[in-house]
């Protein structure tokens, strides 16, 4: 456990200690979010959730794959496998690292959009938690199993603005697409981005209930849990 | 007893045979040097020891335990000093070196002792507290061996801990490299410097094309079979038919040149001077500067190899 907390306690402070990641996390996303906030209160809602799915998911997959990429080229990654602290310790480390940091970067985006920029919700809180935290997971999935292909950081960023653009920008996310094409329609369908921008909605706007979101919560879950599976037996073939 | 058991092990990356079946042993308090080229198959060794690859064939034993049937108790006698530092830029030596302790199993209560230690040992206590990314190469290199020695290990793996760093932090690394033997450590060593493998080394692989094709202590090395010196030139105007002339002198064993610097490889040098100044002279070519090499690990390596260590 010790070891477990140690590598998720020095990722953490890696990343604290870097502005430029800070900025990148924090800054950039709650500056959107002001900015989203002239908008008419109906295309507010819709802006804002969207930016909060859209930097998370490009938090998760730029970090778990810039991450893992970086330590493998300074050779802390080497060093830890060389050490008595098992693959599965080191990976349970990295994800839970990478799922707080999504978690908070998360909530802090809610928090700030009622607190500080308006949002009218009033209702869901805890089953938005629930979203977020299955939403994460599956961007966790998504993140660790590009990182088991990747081998540049321009790879990780191509790849992360690719699944993210297509998965956001074409997914309904920022715009209804009630009325779009089937292909835009059939992206929804399949993008996790999608499905949790619209449970979000669905439970603070529309005091939603959960049971109606079993579906969703299922597909992005299963989503998470093979890509996860996918990228961990990779990481772990390459040693 | 040896701490370290290598037998037979061997290495392949699809039609590249890394490691071609090598069997080696290192006592403890014993330092052993593996020279090699790149691409000899040293650093793919040094990964297969460490338990970063799975070996095709053959078995690594650290003391009493298998490496790969028992990796837990192995690793916990092995230490590694990668060539680059393996670091945490944005964390201080302290918290860096508190990592690395308990990714390595010490007990939050043991870490403060061994953390101090390590930093007596390479000599960096002073700038425990302040951030890496503050650091000069030197002590980065410096600290990159404290966080391979924070858990005791009795085996150290230094691959070439020596690149690219000022002399002054390259003596200190010497000085600790010799101090820790003395203190019964074993360490694996590679490196290109071959006076840093004379002066340290108790014994000596040379490794080429994923073979070891000599072993022994350097008096061995240099005693048995090895006889030979090698004449220095360095010429203006150096021809092919010159090199051709040269290696046909009686007691001419090897003849290389490279951007005007021809070695010559011999039984006995001494002698043969005359001969081939003469065919400088006939031939048109200057010399700029001459120097006779008494017979050591690099003019062995270029004997066995028909190669330069840093070629």
Sequence with gaps: MQKILAIISVGIRQMVADPVQMMFLLALPILMTWVMSFLPVDAYEMAILGVLVMFVALNLITSAGGYILEEKETGTWQRMRASTTSYWHIIIGYFIRLFVTGLAQALILLLSSKYLFGAPWQQGYWATVLVLSIYIFAMTGVGLFLAGFVKTQGQVQALAMGVVMVGTMLGGVFFPIDNASPFIRGIAQISPQSWAATALRDLLTAGGSLSLLMGPLLWMGGIGLVLLAGGVTKLQMEG | ?311
Excluded at chain 2, 138 to 162: S, V
């Design chain 2, 1 to 311: 007893m040896s701490i370290l058991d290598v037998k037979d092990l061997k290495k392949s990356f699809g039609k590249n045979h890394a490691v071609r079946g090598i069997s080696f042993m290192v006592a403890p308090g014993e330092i052993f040097g593996i020279l090699g080229p790149n691409g000899a198959g040293k650093s793919t060794t040094l990964s297969l020891i460490a338990g970063l690859l799975r070996p095709d064939g053959g078995r690594v034993l650290i003391g009493d335990y298998d490496l790969h049937l028992e990796p837990q108790n192995a690793k916990k006698m092995i230490g590694i000093v990668p060539q680059e530092p393996a670091l945490y830029p944005m964390l201080s030596a302290e918290e860096n070196l508190r990592f690395w302790g308990t990714i390595n199993g010490l007990r939050p209560g043991d870490l403060a002792n061994s953390v101090k230690r390590v930093l007596d040992i390479v000599g960096l206590s002073t700038r425990a507290r302040d951030r890496v990314n503050t650091f000069s190469g030197g002590m980065k290199r410096r600290l990159n061996i404290a966080a391979g020695l924070i858990h005791q290990p009795r085996l150290l793996i230094m691959d070439e801990p020596t690149v690219g760093i000022d002399p002054q932090s390259r003596n200190h690394i010497l000085e600790t490299v010799a101090n820790l033997r003395d203190n019964d450590m074993s360490i694996v060593y590679t490196s290109h410097y071959v006076e840093e493998v004379e002066h340290l080394c108790d014994r000596v692989a040379i490794m080429d094309h994923g073979h070891l094709i000599k072993e022994g202590t350097l008096t061995d090395l240099l005693s048995h079979g090895h006889r030979h010196q090698t004449l220095h030139l360095h010429l203006h105007g150096s021809s092919k038919t010159l090199q051709d002339l040269i290696a046909q002198l009686p007691g001419v064993e090897q003849v290389l040149t490279e951007n005007g610097h021809m070695r010559i490889n011999a039984v006995e040098a001494e002698p043969i001077m005359p001969n081939v100044l003469q065919l400088v002279k006939q031939s048109g070519a200057s010399i700029s500067n001459i120097r006779l090499e008494k017979p050591n690990l690099e003019s062995l390596f270029l004997q066995l190899t028909g190669r330069g260590l840093r070629d």
